[in-house]
């Protein structure tokens, strides 16, 4: 069974509440008709209650991953797999015009949506609610023509998602159940996906995007370029990379990443207090030991308690509590203490990002510290539980 098969369909699913059943049914027919944005505009016109604020927080969630797919579909041709949206395996559209600028544009986007996202679902939390979710009426717009197409589907994302579903289901008719503790799992997903894009503004890639596809057509307008050691896009996209983070990164961005970061912690936390006190057991999405998802996957007492201790380790590298092994200290595989990267002191006060730096440990100098060293054992012995799946299953529980 193939749990989860991107980032963008962990999000993307989760916040596919787009088909509750509220008191008007009309955002619904939007939903179906002509889209994210017209079922947002529906919903918010009617009566409101935890239900309808959780089902307009997820649409606004997911319109943060659509304008993603829109710009990641109207300039490239190749799936870009750094963010969530942007490593769709789409057509190929042929009239893709690249703006260096896209990456920029597609985060800046994001986060439009993904604040109005926070913003609703903090009224949200603590609420009592329960919402079904037929899963096979979300769609995104991804050419921005108002149409479903077929790769537009849920479907498309659906029956990668769960392939063994009981009782004959098939993944275009599979119900969900959202309730109360979910609202918590989104709230995280939110913080997660809008710290990522904060990092990513921090280290303003737009010049060095543009340097590099500049560098590209002159050469290409000479002649033909030899091959390197790698496929020329994967080279230009390397060399940009090391490019962008030359230079101190945006403060403020990298101070509101690590504000988010924590505050996905804090709302995985609440959701595990939430989804492990529940006693009922229908159509789940994240279930607990004595619950079944959904999608007939299993969640353990065992491996529940060891991703909220993944959690807590987690949490001690943002607030600073335990250090980063580097690679210029010798602390010794099983060390717990030595000299490690302040995580959170970086964020607050980010330093130059050149690679050279990085490499010499020049640029990881001022954030060095002796104390407790982060020993990643709390996520190995998750891996050993969930096996192949480890990434998968850490996608899915959030």
């Known amino acids: 069974m193939k749990l989860i098969p991107t980032t963008a369909i962990a999000a993307g699913f989760a916040l596919a509440s787009c088909n509750a059943q509220a008191p008007s049914t009309s955002w619904r027919t939007e939903l179906e008709t002509n889209g994210l944005a017209a079922a947002e505009a529906a919903i918010s016109a009617g009566p409101q209650s935890p239900e309808t604020e959780f089902v307009r927080g997820?649409?606004?969630?997911?319109?943060?991953?659509?304008?993603?797919?829109?710009?990641?579909?109207?300039?490239?041709?190749?799936?870009?797999?750094?963010?969530?949206?942007?490593?769709?395996?789409?057509?190929?559209?042929?009239?893709?015009?690249?703006?260096?600028a896209f990456l920029e544009n597609a985060m800046t986007g994001a986060l439009s949506h993904l604040s109005r996202a926070e913003a609703t679902l903090g009224s949200v939390a603590g609420e009592e609610f329960a919402v079904e979710i037929d899963?096979?009426?979300?769609?995104?717009?991804?050419?921005?023509?108002?149409?479903r197409e077929d790769f537009e589907?849920?479907?498309?994302?659906?029956?990668?998602?769960a392939d063994d579903e009981p009782d004959g289901e098939t993944a275009s008719d599979m119900i969900v159940r959202f309730d109360t503790a979910d609202a918590y799992w989104l709230k995280?997903?939110?913080?997660?996906?809008?710290?990522?894009?904060?990092?990513?503004?921090?280290?303003?890639?737009?010049?060095?995007?543009?340097?590099?596809?500049e560098g590209r057509k002159m050469m290409q307008a000479a002649g033909s370029p030899s091959r390197l050691f790698i496929e020329d896009e994967q080279l230009d996209a390397l060399v940009a990379t090391i490019?962008?983070?030359?230079?101190?990164?945006?403060?403020?961005?990298?101070?509101?990443?690590?504000?988010?970061f924590r505050a996905m912690i804090a709302e995985n936390q609440n959701f595990w207090t939430a989804v492990m006190a529940e006693t009922d057991d229908d159509h789940e999405w994240v279930?607990?030991?004595?619950?079944?998802?959904?999608?007939?996957?299993?969640?353990?007492?065992e491996m529940a308690e060891q991703w909220q201790t993944v959690l807590t380790e987690v949490e001690d590298i943002l607030e600073g509590r335990t250090l980063l092994p580097t690679w210029r200290f010798d602390n010794g595989f099983d060390a717990e203490e030595g000299v490690g990267l302040n995580i959170a002191k970086f964020l607050e006060e980010p330093g130059d990002l050149d690679i050279i730096l990085l490499i010499h440990g020049a640029g990881l100098a001022p954030y060095l510290e002796t104390g407790p060293l982060a020993r990643g054992e709390a996520w190995r012995q998750f891996s050993r539980m969930s096996g192949t799946n480890d990434m998968l299953f850490a996608f899915w529980l959030n």
Do not use: K
Not at 287 to 301: E, H, L, M, R, Y
């Open 58 to 100: 997820a649409l606004q969630s997911l319109q943060a991953i659509e304008a993603v797919m829109q710009v990641a579909y109207r300039n490239t041709t190749e799936p870009l797999p750094i963010f969530p949206g942007m490593g769709i395996d789409v057509p190929v559209h042929e009239h893709a015009a690249f703006d260096p």
């Open 135 to 147: 899963l096979s009426s979300l769609w995104f717009d991804i050419n921005d023509n108002g149409t």
């Open 153 to 161: 589907h849920g479907r498309a994302y659906l029956d990668d998602f």
């Open 188 to 213: 995280a997903y939110v913080h997660a996906l809008s710290g990522t894009a904060e990092l990513i503004l921090s280290v303003d890639p737009t010049p060095a995007i543009e340097t590099v596809y």
């Open 243 to 260: 490019l962008a983070l030359r230079g101190v990164p945006d403060a403020e961005r990298t101070r509101a990443a690590h504000d988010h």
């Open 287 to 301: 279930p607990n030991p004595d619950q079944v998802s959904a999608f007939g996957v299993p969640v353990s007492a």
